[in-house]
């Protein structure tokens, strides 16, 4: 993230870069390009001031940075506009990228002391090597311009034959309302694994949707419309079943190792669901598991809302023997003194802070701290997003006690994690 608007690479350093892309080697298709533009920016700028405005944009820059990869560019197109530039990507990840950035923009904010949403409208195109890059951001604008005119707060994108689709949030969420029936989900599940000895200790189940002529869809495009929409309710359930299901299998046909267990992420809007409690014992009974061998993944935030009626959810789940676990530790903004008293048996140290364990002192001294914490309430430990053997090392001199990351496995479909971790069929 940038420290300031300005450091923001600009408009013509972006096409200096397809300049350069098109006269090297490679394939004929260099990429996507996206025009971001802030819908109704300027109740922000003249209603709130441009103090206000920029600091908007610096947090709409950040929510844009988030939705893209790291090797992606994103620059400053105009006062409410922003082009990306994303290279060796194609038409469908394009749109799934875009997809990611209108989600991005979904949740109101607080700004000078007013609540605010302010959407996105999104135009993309393909970049090829037959295209100068002022057409490239010409198509792009003006799908960005049809997204605009449809609505707002949905993509557009530009295709070969020069027309321009839309592609509406309203879209996503009527797919995604039939997904469940037609079976499109998913669960992919990722190790997570004893740092002491590298052993297999439990696996964390993730959804994915596969969209007909979407390819797979990550969860942070889909699951912030199915929490806007209540579908999440539903779309949990079918989680927790199948993530329950998957064990009891792996538990009847392979030997699991001593302890294993299934952690399954839950939404804000589902620990404030008063059937929460009894789907969750029924699913359990139903698939003959111990409630031990289930994990529940809450975030911090999920936990600050609604104090009394997650306070009730969260004790009866742990007196039913449930653990619960504490995700993305330390980018919420969870009081210490609240941790005392919640029955949490895991934190999960967020991967951001991971990510800089090694080159950041002070987010070395951050995963320091969180395992500390962790040990003294009672709570063990689990460092998310480890890539690199150098992570894995540190956090073992920390005394970190679990790992989970592209080092030790992606998430993966069943099949493929019996096969890796090597579960031997039971005799
Ligand atoms: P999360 O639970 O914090 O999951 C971590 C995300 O980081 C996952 O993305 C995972 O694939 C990714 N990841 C894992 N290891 C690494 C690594 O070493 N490096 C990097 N860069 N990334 C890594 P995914 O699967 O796309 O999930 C994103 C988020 O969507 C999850 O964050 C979780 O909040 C939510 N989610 C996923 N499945 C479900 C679900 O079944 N229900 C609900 N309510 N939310 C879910
Ligand atoms: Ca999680
Ligand atoms: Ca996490």
Redesign the pocket.
């Known amino acids: 993230m940038p420290a300031a608007l300005t450091e923001l690479p600009t408009r013509s350093q972006v096409m200096a870069r397809m300049d350069s892309a098109r006269s090297g080697d490679g394939p004929n298709d260099l990429g996507v390009l996206l025009v971001v533009n802030l819908d109704r920016f300027s109740l922000v700028n003249e209603g709130l001031g441009h103090d206000a405005g920029d600091r908007f944009l610096l947090y709409a820059a950040q929510q844009i940075n988030g939705a893209t990869r790291d090797n992606d560019i994103v620059a400053r197109l105009g006062a409410d506009e922003f082009l990306i530039l994303c290279e060796g990507v194609g038409a469908r990840s394009g749109r799934i990228i875009a997809e990611r950035i209108v989600t991005a923009f979904q949740k109101s904010v607080t700004l000078g002391g007013h609540e605010l949403r302010i959407t996105v409208s999104v135009g993309i195109t393909t970049v090829n090597r037959d295209m100068t890059p002022l057409d490239a951001v010409r198509q792009a604008l003006s799908a960005t311009q049809r997204a605009k005119t449809n609505g707002r707060n949905q993509a557009a994108h530009f295709d070969s034959t020069g027309s321009i689709q839309a592609m509406h949030w309203h879209d996503l969420e009527r797919a995604l309302s039939v997904a469940l029936e037609r079976d499109q989900f998913v669960l ?1 599940f ?1 190790p997570i694994s004893c740092i002491r000895d590298g052993s297999l200790h439990g696996v ?4 994915r949707w596969n969209r007909p002529d979407h390819g797979l869809i ?3 495009v889909f ?1 912030p419309v199915a929490e806007e929409s209540g579908f ?1 309710h539903e ?2 359930v079918w ?1 927790l079943n199948e993530a329950l299901r998957q064990l009891s299998s792996w538990k009847a046909s392979r030997s699991v190792p001593p302890g294993f267990y299934v952690s ?4 804000p809007a ?1 620990i404030t669901d008063s059937s929460l409690v009894a789907t969750i014992k029924g699913a359990v009974a139903a698939h003959g598991i111990t409630p031990a061998e289930l994990t529940l ?1 809450m ?1 911090e935030t999920a936990l600050i809302a609604d104090e009394a009626l997650m306070v009730a959810t969260v004790d009866a789940l742990a007196a039913a023997g449930i653990s619960l676990s504490i ?2 530790f330390g980018t919420g903004y969870s009081s210490l003194a609240r941790l005392r008293h919640l029955p949490a048996k895991q934190l999960k140290v967020d ?1 951001s802070f991971v990510a800089g364990l090694t080159t950041d002192k002070r987010d070395a001294a951050l995963v320091a701290a969180v395992i500390g914490l962790a040990h003294e309430f009672g709570m063990t430990c689990v460092a ?4 690199t053997a150098e992570q894995f090392d540190h956090l073992r001199r920390l005394g970190c006690d679990f790992a ?4 030790l496995g ?2 993966m479909p069943a099949a493929a994690l019996e096969e890796t971790w090597d579960l031997a069929t039971a005799s």
């Open positions: 992919h990722q964390e189940a993730r959804v990550p969860p942070d699951i999440i779309l949990g989680v399954v992420n839950l939404s589902q993944e975030t995700d993305d991967r998310e997003g480890v890539e989970q990351g592209y080092l992606r998430p």
